[in-house]
């Protein structure tokens, strides 16, 4: 069955009567799922997402103003099954009811806008001298993306593809859709007919793009080139020996470049440099950070040496210290210096909420009083071979924690 969507993908508003409306349950939470006897809301297929709208049941004799005062249903979903367009509803819908659907046009024209040019970008990088052959696609909620069975795609293969779509673009070819009566008929044999299910029965959809291209599909789509407006083709990536070619088509590019733009006015208040200059200031800095980063790893287990030394001179049954970062550095360093002590030594490092700690000493000692440390803390932990470390929340158990140490190494 062909859907009014398919019929009229510019129709934004539609009248129709309600055939099923059943209530779905899934734990807490339930919605209705409405069947219609035809639908201007199209049921997700062809890598294009469904559309969104709202149903309101009609009411004859009320004017356009006093419409605006009648119950909104959501529509958020809508799927094809065995044929049949099913609404997934927020309210229940009486049957039999007349019901009158807009459809959220900003999303619809927005997803023909990128089929369309997808169907466009597919046919140009199918021909010569390009030869790339559509895998799949993907219309995703930002940027779109085909896959194509090329291991490379090179910047100025790209952007000799860009030119050429955009030319085409720009000559406003009509895009036709063509409806035939069943998959056997002579007028498909020029079209791209690929996915068709063997059990396929019914009436088939082509879209022509005049001269360039004729592909069996589902969705909705514009009925010129012009409407796209424009593409703009973004960066690659590899998947399987393929490369997938990322884009944005019609009022896509603008937010795109009005969040280049964006981001661009920041980094010109961060940097205090032009664009041109941004990726040398930005490999200057991320070199300059490396440098700083080894030279406080340097600095922290100099400071981690000293403190060991300072605490092997205690007398003290029990050598305590706090750093109020978590500094793997230090840790590492100030455990190696008094890894020979012969005395139980407690590393607390953190900040109120989030705080860690590591128990050295002797082996059978450290076994004994790990998880009552651990308890003491408020905390969990586990080790062995003379070495027991954990996680806990309150700076204020500290005290009492190496007040239990001290007791217990007595």
């Known amino acids: 069955m062909l859907f009014k969507c398919q019929k009229e993908p510019f129709l934004k508003d539609f009248t129709s009567k309600v055939i099923s409306c059943t209530e779905v349950k899934k734990g807490k939470k339930k919605h209705f799922e409405v069947v219609l006897e035809d639908t ?70 927005d997803h023909m806008q990128q089929h369309t040019g997808q169907h466009l970008l597919s046919a140009i990088a199918e021909q010569e001298p390009y030869n790339f052959k559509t895998v799949s696609w993907n219309l995703g909620t930002t940027i779109c993306h085909v896959e194509l069975n090329t291991p490379t795609l090179s910047d100025d293969t790209k952007f000799e593809l860009e030119r050429k779509i955009n030319s085409l673009i720009q000559q406003g070819l009509p895009v036709i859709t063509k409806v035939f ?12 007919t690929r996915g068709l299910p ?23 789509h514009l009925t010129s080139l012009a409407q796209i407006q424009m593409i ?40 205090s440099s032009p ?90 000692l450290v076994d004994t009083v790990g998880k009552g440390l651990a308890a003491k803390l408020g905390g969990k932990g586990g080790g062995r071979d003379g070495k027991f470390q954990g996680k806990f929340s309150d700076l204020s158990l500290i005290p009492e924690a190496v007040k239990y140490l001290e007791e217990q190494s007595r």
């Open 198 to 220: 063997a059990d396929h029965t019914g009436p088939i959809r082509v879209i022509e793009i005049s001269g360039i291209d004729e592909n069996m599909c589902c969705g909705t």
């Open 181 to 192: 009566p069943s998959k056997d008929d002579e007028g498909l044999s020029s079209a791209h």
């Open 40 to 109: 201007i809301l199209f049921a997700e297929g062809g890598g294009q997402p469904c559309d969104y709208g709202i149903l309101r049941i009609a009411t004859s004799g009320v004017s356009d103003i006093d419409k605006l005062q009648l119950e909104n249903i959501s529509v958020t979903n809508v799927e094809r099954r065995e044929g049949v367009a099913v609404h997934t509803a927020n309210k229940r819908i009486p049957e039999n009811s007349v019901v009158e659907m807009e459809v959220d046009w900003t999303r619809r024209y």
């Open 232 to 271: 703009k083709l973004l960066h690659t990536e590899s998947k399987r020996g393929n490369t997938l070619l990322y884009f944005v088509c019609g009022d896509r590019v603008s937010k795109t470049l009005q969040t280049a733009l964006e981001i661009q006015t920041k980094l010109n208040s961060l940097l």
């Open 275 to 364: 664009p041109e200059l941004f990726a040398p200031m930005v490999e200057k800095l991320s070199k300059d950070s490396k440098a700083h980063r080894k030279a406080a790893e340097k600095l922290s287990e100099e400071l981690a040496i000293l403190h060991a030394r300072d605490l092997l001179s205690s007398s003290s049954h029990v050598l305590v210290v706090h750093r109020p970062a978590l500094d793997s550095e230090y840790s590492l360093a100030v455990q190696r210096e008094l890894r020979d002590a012969k005395r139980l030594f407690l590393l607390t490092m953190g900040e109120q909420g989030a705080l860690q700690f590591v128990l050295r000493g002797p082996s059978d």
